[in-house]
Every structure is written in structure tokens, then in C-alpha cells.
């Protein structure tokens, strides 16, 4: 590379080689609240609009079969082309790529406030998902290598892991507040004037990384790879919407199989791969991953089961419903803040297996839900410590997905762990719906609650899978010196 991590930062020299800096600089403050703050509004981003998806319907005369393509034209793309990007941005400029990706978010969402037609609006969602795709891994491939490995990455990885997990749940109850208060075109206008922002400051203070050679992107592997994913996320789209057994679904599902080993074997005899086989063979990044893709699959599409629990079964409003997941995001904003000092007493798998075990209980524990409000205590307090450990067990797979990588890998390791990210947020709800709808024995409230119960069961059971596979395949790493 052309630059040191300290000059991509745009930091001031740090200390010697080999002794990672402790404490925050001034201007790696102000980097790290850059990124943090782009990665926050693309979560919000994610959640805002799902309240306010009725109210769209009705003022641009969606039909009613056709609305779920407005979150699902933004999924397939900010899923597909993650870990294209994520390469891209370490072959042609991170900041480069950051930059670029916020110029587009900032152009689709002010296209989707000013939507006269439902085409308007899906294209402006599209042109958002390639700029998540794009943003995300840019930004967080820029606070690894700004960061090094040690107390300051983890502390940079909590933050944003927190702020990531809380702007999820922000969102949801943004949505529902701008759509009251002033009109759902607001949840859009409002990413204007923060990538605005970010746009003016980011390249005062983030030096562009590029490699000294232009490099050549792997065409075909980066065609088959992107192709595969998005087929396979509009299959499990299809069986959340039509059922597992569609023929859509299962179409879709085998075709990005397909194409996923195409691109397997495309990887084999390329000479530069899109992405080294040698870095999927890491035990860190595949079992990290994996790891990962339980902590988001899970805790995110638990959302589902309570907002019916809380709707259905109890009868709170949905605006009082978005309003108790705000405890979850104290949760996460709690887990996030003290990963760091976790992961410094007992290290990386350790924090990964304990944040596990704590969702494994506290999720199990909300199989006792009754069907009156007085159960509201149990559903607040376990989502909080479920939420907790959550973010613990994700920001122990990020430190250890993207630790032990050369500073050009850290685009690609990145762009795994985003992928693991969104691909994980986007298998859970159709599974959990499907588990419950399955479950569901007759009519009525008491038919819902045991349908989410058999759900909420299941998701702690693919959560314990997930501790054990870790347990058995991911190296004990030690503690960071802080």
C-alpha cells in the first residue's frame, strides 16, 4: 500500500511499530464519530420505514401485494453487493469508495422523498441498497485499519456494533414519530443533511488508501458471487412472503447455490481471486462468520415474534410497541459499551461464547410469556439482558473476523463480516414467520401465542447451535493488553 494505517486515518504519527496507541487523538476521535454516525443513519436507515409502509401504500397507490418490495428492493442489494464492495474498496480506495457511497445515499434518499409513483420509489430504494452495500464495509474497513488491533479497535468496534444494533430499533420508532408528526417523505429527507455533513468533513480528516499497482478485479468471480447472493436472498424473501415451499422460493434458493459454487470454483483458478480461498480457510473468518450470522439471524428476527406478541396478544398500540424495543436497544447500547473491557479481561471467543449464553437464556426464558400484560415485566427484562449479550457475542465475532488480516485485506474482511451482517438480518424474519405460522394451532389470541412461543423456542435453540459451534472451532485468543 501507499500509505500507512496512521496516514489513512490522517492521524498524527503514532508511537513506535508494534505498540498500538491507547488513547483517542483528536482526530481519530473525530474519525471514529464520522463513521460511527454514517453507520448509525444507514441502520436507521434499514428500520425506518417498516411502520410507515401502510402509509406509503395508501399515498402512492401501492397495491397492497406489492408494498413488502419496498424493504425487499433495498435488502437484495444491500446484501448482494456487499462483498463486492467490500473488495472494491480495498483494490481501488477506501475513501474513495466511503465518499462515492454517500453521494449516492444522499441522491436515492432525496428521490424517495420527493417519490411521485410507486417506480420512483422502488428505484430510489435500489439506489439505497447499493449505497449501504457500498458505505459499510467502506466505513468499517476505514476503523480497522484506523484503529489497530488492540483496546482501541475493540472499543471502536463496540461503539459501532452499539450504535449499529440501537439504530435498528431508533429506526423503527423514528419511522413511526416522522410519519405522525410530519410525513413518512421525512424518513428518507432525512439521511439529506447527514451525508451532507459527513460528505463536507470526511475528506479533511480520512487519507485515501490505494494500492501501489492498479490491481484487476476478478470479473467473473465478482458476477457469479453477487448473482448467487442476490438469488438467494430473494429466495428466503420469497418463503417468508409465499411460504418455504413456493416454487419461487425454491427456485431462487438453488439457483444462488448454484451459482455460489460456480463461484467457488471460480475462485480455485483465477490467479487473483475475488476472495483468497486462504481467507475463507482462516478458522477467524469462517467460524467467526458463522458466529456472526447466528448473533444477527436471531436477536434481529426476534423483533417479529414480540411486536405480534405485543400487538395480537396483549393489544398495545404499534406505536407503544416500537416504544418497549427501545429497552432491547438499551440493552445493546449496554453490551456494546463494555465489550471492550470484556473482550481486555478474558478475551475475543470467550466474550463471543458468554454474550451466546446470555441470549440463549434470556431468549429461552420468554417461552414463560403468559397472555395478560403483568407478563410485560418478563418480556422488558430479558430482551434488555438478551440485548446485552447479543452485543457482546457481536463484537466478539467482528474483532475476531477482522483481526490478523494485512491492511489490504481488510477491505475483503470486512465486506465478509457485512455480508454475514446483512444476509443474517434478512434470513431471520422469514424464518421466524415461517416457525410460527406453522405453529399456529386454530384462531384467536391464545393460537398466536403458542405459535410465537414454538418461535421463540427455536431461535434459542439456533442460538445454543451457535455457542457450541464456537466452543468447538474458534481458537482461544488472548486477552488484549490494555
Not at 421525512?186 to 494500492?211: D, G, Q, T
Request: glycine share 12%; charged share 10%.
Amino acid at each position: 500500500m501507499s500509505v500507512t494505517d496512521t496516514e489513512v486515518a490522517g492521524a498524527a504519527p503514532g508511537p513506535a511499530v508494534g505498540t498500538p496507541p491507547t488513547v483517542l487523538t483528536p482526530r481519530l476521535r473525530l474519525v471514529l464519530v464520522l463513521l460511527l454516525t454514517t453507520q448509525f443513519m444507514l441502520a436507521v436507515d434499514f428500520a425506518i420505514l417498516n411502520v410507515a409502509l401502510p402509509v406509503i401504500g395508501e399515498g402512492l397507490g401501492f397495491p397492497l401485494a406489492h408494498l413488502q418490495w419496498i424493504g425487499t428492493a433495498f435488502a437484495l442489494c444491500a446484501a448482494g453487493f456487499t462483498l463486492l464492495f467490500g473488495r472494491v474498496a480495498d483494490l481501488f480506495g477506501r475513501r474513495r469508495l466511503f465518499l462515492a457511497g454517500l453521494v449516492v445515499l444522499g441522491a436515492a434518499s432525496l428521490m424517495g422523498g420527493l417519490a411521485r409513483n410507486p417506480e420512483m420509489l422502488i428505484t430510489a430504494r435500489v439506489f439505497q441498497g447499493l449505497a449501504t452495500a457500498a458505505v459499510t464495509p467502506a466505513a468499517l474497513s476505514l476503523m480497522t485499519t484506523s484503529f489497530p488491533e488492540g483496546p482501541l479497535r475493540q472499543k471502536a468496534l463496540g461503539l459501532n456494533g452499539a450504535l449499529m444494533s440501537s439504530g435498528f430499533t431508533t429506526g423503527a420508532i423514528l419511522g413511526g414519530v416522522l410519519t405522525d408528526l410530519l410525513s413518512w417523505r421525512w424518513a428518507f429527507f432525512i439521511n439529506v443533511p447527514v451525508a451532507i455533513a459527513v460528505l463536507l468533513i470526511a475528506p479533511r480528516v480520512i487519507k485515501e488508501s490505494r494500492p501501489d499497482e492498479r490491481p484487476k478485479l476478478d470479473v467473473p468471480g465478482a458476477v457469479s458471487v453477487t448473482l448467487g447472493l442476490l438469488a438467494v436472498i430473494f429466495g428466503l424473501t420469497q418463503a417468508g412472503e409465499k411460504g418455504w415451499g413456493s416454487a419461487s422460493a425454491l427456485l431462487s434458493l438453488a439457483a444462488g447455490v448454484v451459482l455460489l459454487l460456480v463461484f467457488y470454483a471460480i475462485e480455485r483458478k483465477v490467479s487473483r481471486p475475488l476472495v483468497p480461498l486462504g481467507m475463507l480457510g482462516k478458522r477467524s473468518v469462517a467460524w467467526g462468520n458463522f458466529a456472526g450470522l447466528i448473533a444477527f439471524l436471531t436477536f434481529t428476527s426476534l423483533v417479529f415474534p414480540l411486536t405480534l406478541y405485543l400487538q395480537e396478544v396483549l393489544g398495545f398500540s404499534a406505536l407503544a410497541a416500537g416504544l418497549s424495543f427501545g429497552v432491547l436497544g438499551m440493552g445493546t447500547v449496554l453490551g456494546g459499551v463494555t465489550a471492550s473491557k470484556v473482550i481486555g479481561r478474558i478475551g475475543t471467543k470467550q466474550t463471543l461464547i458468554v454474550g451466546g449464553l446470555l441470549q440463549t437464556v434470556f431468549t429461552a426464558a420468554l417461552v414463560g410469556l403468559g397472555d395478560d400484560r403483568s407478563w410485560l415485566w418478563l418480556m422488558l427484562v430479558a430482551s434488555f439482558l438478551g440485548g446485552v449479550g447479543n452485543m457482546l457475542a457481536i463484537v466478539g465475532f467482528m474483532v475476531t473476523a477482522t483481526s490478523g488480516h494485512a491492511d489490504h485485506e481488510q477491505g475483503l474482511a470486512t465486506g465478509l463480516a457485512t455480508m454475514t451482517q446483512q444476509v443474517g438480518i434478512t434470513m431471520g424474519t422469514p424464518i421466524m414467520s415461517a416457525v410460527a405460522t406453522a405453529a399456529m394451532v386454530g384462531t384467536g389470541a391464545s393460537a398466536v401465542l403458542g405459535g410465537l412461543k414454538v418461535a421463540i423456542a427455536v431461535n434459542a435453540a439456533i442460538v445454543l447451535f451457535g455457542v457450541l459451534a464456537s466452543i468447538l472451532f474458534l481458537r482461544n485468543e488472548r486477552p488484549a493488553v490494555r
